[in-house]
């Protein structure tokens, strides 16, 4: 189902749902990505692994985000990602930027990205391409937000732990693309 031109995308948690508009107009490659993950069913069995809050990042991170991590393989995990990386889509080039509830595609180098995705605590422009998070300046692949489930996002993001990276994950409880009209 598309709505206001994004593709819907329902993801099941345990603290409620999020109904996730995809961007596949403004970044097309990484979008693609995303709902082949979805509709591959390579997500089903995905964990929320980490949840980075202002409180529990490294001592001395000159540039802290908020976020909201999940994907499959985890990091950890002995097994090969499904699908290969794809190309990275900046946010000069999309026109999207990192703001409060945006879904974008972790990474470690340009390009590298492919099997784990991140939501937005907060307006975040250090993840926007020039940004300093990552110190190649290259920012991250932004290719959706979040419509529906900003309480349930606030609900996780309160299930943070002392570290970044979750001891106990959290489970997708599912996630589909949906069928829902409004926003």
Known sequence: MKADGLTLVTLDTEEGSLVLGIDEARAPLTAANFLAYV?????????????????????????????????????GEERVPPLPPVPHEPTSSSGLRHRDGTLSLARRAPGSGGHGFFICIGDQPELDEGGRRNPDGAGFAAFGRVVRGLDALQRLHRRAEATEYMQAPIGILGIQRSSEFAI
């Not at 069995?45 to 949840?51: E, G, K």
């Open 39 to 75: 509709d591959g069913g390579h997500l089903q069995a995905a964990t929320i692994y980490r949840i980075v809050t202002l409180a529990n990042q490294a001592a001395g991170t000159q540039h802290p985000i908020e976020v909201i991590q999940f994907g499959s393989p985890a990091p």
